[in-house]
């Protein structure tokens, strides 16, 4: 089971999954359309969100120094490891 943080305070969005070594982690940023992966240990899937919860844009393992440019309609941007369940995450804690 993964741990999953909704990530809403400005240090909360700032520091994401920067450092971190654990791979359990799942973290959903609301009102947020791209994201970059600068200073990352591990590769992540990374899934872009819509507002009525449908799925716009999927990145597979991702991995570290990557940017991913805004995209239009997404309103939360959904990064944990890799194959961790969309699903779950979506039903659960959007």
């Given at each position: 089971?993964?741990?999953?943080?909704?990530?809403?305070?400005?240090?909360?969005?700032?520091?994401?999954?920067?450092?971190e070594?654990?791979?359990?982690?799942?973290?959903?940023?609301?009102?947020?359309n791209?994201?970059?992966?600068?200073?990352?240990?591990?590769?992540?899937?990374?899934?872009?969100?819509?507002?009525?919860?449908?799925?716009?844009?999927?990145?597979?393992?991702?991995?570290?120094?990557?940017i991913?440019?805004?995209?239009?309609?997404?309103?939360?941007?959904?990064?944990?490891?890799?194959?961790?369940?969309?699903?779950?995450?979506?039903d659960n804690?959007?």
């Open positions: 089971m993964n741990r999953v943080l909704v990530c809403e305070k400005f240090w909360a969005r700032f520091k994401g999954l920067m450092f070594s654990d791979n359990n982690t799942v973290l959903i940023f609301p009102r947020c791209s994201i970059h992966t600068f200073f990352m240990r591990k590769p992540i899937d990374v899934y872009m969100v819509s507002m009525k919860k449908e799925i716009l844009y999927f990145y597979p393992s991702v991995k570290r120094n990557k991913i440019l805004p995209k239009k309609e997404v309103f939360f941007t959904i990064e944990g490891p890799v194959g961790f369940d969309i699903d779950y995450i979506i804690y959007i």
